[in-house]
């Protein structure tokens, strides 16, 4: 096949991992990319924003399917300029990626849908912020109502830096206020071709910048799959999964198809497993990052054929994804300064002396090449991912693999997959 991968983090690079690792060869292209992505597709000028641009190379270059990786092409309608030219395209048009894109708008989908999410309440001004606080009680959550790479949302004891955070989204509208919810969280993707689903396997990512959980909301420290302690408390992965299908996946689906705007792509359900049962956090419309690292080196068939089963309505054809025993951990490695002000343009070293370990692989976040030198361009920087028969040897060879890396005040969690 001839496929287009939009999108420029760790993410992409392992899809594009995924497909080139299938028995079939593939011919890539990639927009814009990255400097480890260049190394297994070729990469195209191209603006992934513009979907007439990206419409115009597709038919150009007579591509099978475009696979949209990062949000923000989805919300600028990119899926729905090359669906309307009939070209097989993976990831949801602009008016189900609002599932995403607005919080409010996914708590709608969630109401009319019966999914159980926790309360939420919209707040316009600060005096309505501090009364939707002092409903919902501590500790208080509140959200921006937008796109904001993980980073527009506080969790806090402290009712004053809860207000601080508001008073700093207000000017841009109104904030969202929610319940706490108290448990432990599972990121669950699901392939949809707009009516039917198709569930991957359960990963856990780490949102905090610190071990231990601690210091600021990231796009994400880390992650691995699957989760051995999701059987105690469900009887197997399976059971959870099906689950999950039944109450949030499929009715979320059905519902979109019914309202006119059927989800086609990746249905991300954030979970969290609360005393009283599994309730979702967040939806995204894409493959979340760093999850994806550790979930499709565990898969068994081919991506690209369950990627284009989505994308043309077919998944019928297919029973379920199934994935390997073994297991992944992805380790990510941050610039100095990351989340609020990255140092970029430092030289990185040692990485195919890391990759020579073995299971282990990189998927390059923001990375370039400068003459000789390969350095850093943004926040997340590499992920570096461990496989092996279980999460101990995956988490012991990536975090081998990191201590080989050189990358000048380069912050990365030592409590990645470290479970009691
Ligand atoms: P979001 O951008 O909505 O995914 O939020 C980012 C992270 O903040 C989540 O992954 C959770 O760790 C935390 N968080 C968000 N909403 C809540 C909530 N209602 N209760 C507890 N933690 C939350
Ligand atoms: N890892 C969280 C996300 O992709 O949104």
């Given at each position: 096949?001839?496929?287009?991968?939009?999108?420029?983090?760790?993410?992409?690079?392992?899809?594009?991992?995924?497909?080139?690792?299938?028995e079939v060869s593939h011919e890539?292209?990639?927009?814009?990319?990255?400097?480890?992505?260049?190394?297994?597709?070729?990469?195209?000028?191209?603006?992934?924003?513009?979907?007439?641009?990206?419409?115009?190379?597709?038919?150009?270059?007579?591509?099978?399917?475009?696979?949209?990786?990062?949000?923000?092409?989805?919300?600028?309608?990119?899926?729905?300029?090359?669906?309307?030219?009939?070209?097989?395209?993976?990831?949801?048009?602009?008016?189900?990626?609002r599932l995403e894109g607005s919080?409010?708008?996914?708590?709608?989908?969630?109401?009319?849908?019966?999914?159980?999410?926790?309360?939420?309440?919209?707040?316009?001004?600060?005096?309505?912020?501090?009364?939707?606080?002092?409903?919902?009680?501590?500790?208080?959550?509140?959200?921006?109502?937008?796109?904001?790479?993980?980073?527009?949302?506080?969790?806090?004891?402290?009712?004053?830096?809860?207000?601080?955070?508001?008073?700093?989204?207000?000017?841009?509208?109104?904030?969202?206020?929610?319940?706490?919810?108290?448990?432990p969280e599972v990121s669950l993707?699901?392939?949809?071709?707009?009516?039917?689903?198709?569930?991957?396997?359960?990963?856990?990512?780490?949102?905090?910048?610190?071990?231990?959980?601690?210091?600021?909301?990231?796009?994400?420290?880390?992650?691995?799959?699957?989760?051995?302690?999701?059987?105690?408390?469900?009887?197997?992965?399976?059971?959870?999964?099906?689950?999950?299908?039944?109450?949030?996946?499929?009715?979320?689906?059905?519902?979109?198809?019914?309202?006119?705007?059927?989800?086609?792509?990746?249905?991300?359900?954030?979970?969290?497993?609360?005393?009283?049962?599994?309730?979702?956090?967040?939806?995204?419309?894409?493959?979340?990052?760093?999850?994806?690292?550790?979930?499709?080196?565990?898969?068994?068939?081919?991506?690209?054929?369950?990627?284009?089963?989505?994308?043309?309505?077919?998944?019928?054809?297919?029973?379920?994804?199934?994935?390997?025993?073994?297991?992944?951990?992805?380790?990510?490695?941050?610039?100095?300064?990351?989340?609020?002000?990255?140092?970029?343009?430092?030289?990185?070293?040692?990485?195919?002396?890391?990759?020579?370990?073995?299971?282990?692989?990189?998927?390059?976040?923001?990375?370039?090449?400068?003459?000789?030198?390969?350095?850093?361009?943004?926040?997340?920087?590499?992920?570096?991912?461990?496989?092996?028969?279980?999460?101990?040897?995956?988490?012991?060879?990536?975090?081998?693999?990191?201590?080989?890396?050189?990358?000048?005040?380069?912050?990365?969690?030592?409590?990645?997959?470290?479970?009691?």
């Amino acid at each position: 096949m001839r496929i287009l991968v939009l999108g420029s983090g760790a993410r992409e690079h392992a899809v594009i991992l995924a497909l080139r690792s299938e028995e079939v060869s593939h011919e890539i292209f990639a927009a814009p990319g990255n400097a480890g992505i260049a190394r297994d597709a070729e990469l195209v000028d191209l603006d992934p924003l513009d979907p007439v641009a990206v419409t115009e190379f597709a038919k150009e270059h007579a591509v099978d399917l475009v696979v949209i990786g990062p949000e923000a092409p989805l919300v600028a309608g990119v899926a729905d300029a090359v669906r309307e030219r009939g070209i097989p395209v993976f990831g949801p048009g602009k008016a189900a990626a609002r599932l995403e894109g607005s919080k409010a708008f996914a708590k709608h989908v969630m109401d009319a849908a019966g999914v159980p999410t926790g309360r939420a309440l919209h707040a316009a001004s600060l005096d309505a912020v501090a009364e939707a606080l002092d409903e919902l009680g501590a500790p208080y959550v509140v959200k921006a109502d937008g796109l904001a790479s993980g980073k527009g949302v506080i969790v806090t004891p402290d009712r004053e830096a809860a207000l601080a955070h508001a008073a700093a989204y207000l000017p841009n509208g109104p904030v969202l206020v929610e319940e706490f919810l108290d448990g432990p969280e599972v990121s669950l993707f699901f392939l949809s071709d707009g009516d039917r689903v198709l569930p991957l396997s359960p990963a856990q990512d780490y949102k905090r910048l610190r071990d231990a959980d601690e210091g600021p909301n990231t796009g994400g420290m880390g992650a691995y799959s699957p989760l051995p302690w999701l059987a105690d408390r469900f009887g197997s992965e399976e059971a959870f999964v099906d689950l999950v299908s039944r109450e949030v996946a499929e009715p979320v689906v059905r519902h979109l198809d019914a309202a006119g705007t059927p989800f086609v792509g990746l249905l991300y359900a954030g979970l969290v497993l609360t005393a009283t049962g599994v309730k979702v956090i967040e939806f995204n419309a894409r493959f979340g990052d760093p999850e994806t690292q550790v979930v499709l080196p565990r898969l068994r068939e081919p991506l690209s054929g369950l990627l284009l089963a989505a994308a043309s309505g077919t998944l019928e054809d297919h029973a379920r994804a199934t994935f390997r025993d073994d297991a992944a951990v992805v380790v990510v490695l941050a610039s100095e300064g990351y989340p609020e002000r990255p140092v970029v343009g430092r030289p990185l070293r040692g990485l195919a002396d890391a990759e020579a370990i073995e299971g282990v692989h990189i998927a390059h976040a923001a990375t370039a090449t400068d003459g000789a030198d390969l350095v850093s361009t943004g926040g997340r920087v590499l992920g570096v991912v461990g496989t092996g028969a279980d999460l101990e040897e995956s988490r012991a060879r990536a975090y081998r693999a990191l201590e080989l890396i050189e990358l000048e005040g380069g912050q990365y969690r030592r409590d990645i997959a470290a479970l009691q």
